[in-house]
């Protein structure tokens, strides 16, 4: 179960408190709403993480070329 099946499952509790008159049913709402709303988050930042991911593997590439164009420019001297 995901997050998003979750908050599913806790806005039905909710919808069913409320409709049993009981107290409770609108927190469990607002936190099933909460739970959809980190889920959006948390897949941000993944996404945010996997492009930090790429520059990093970029930069190695160009570093570790520019190692070896150093390293062959000092072996023709």
């Not at 179960?1 to 469990?28: F, I, Q, S, T």
């Not at 909460?34 to 959006?40: A, D, G, I, N, P």
């Not at 996997?50 to 970029?58: C, I, K, L």
């Amino acid at each position: 179960m995901n997050a998003n099946e979750l908050a599913d499952e806790v806005e039905m509790w909710g919808r069913d408190l409320l409709a049993l008159n009981m107290r409770g049913g609108v927190p469990v709402i607002e936190g099933a709403r909460l739970l959809r709303q980190q889920q959006v988050e948390i897949d941000s930042l993944r996404k945010n993480l996997d492009v930090a991911w790429m520059m990093v593997d970029d930069l190695e590439k160009g570093l570790e070329s520019s190692i070896n164009l150093n390293k062959a420019q000092n072996e023709r001297k």
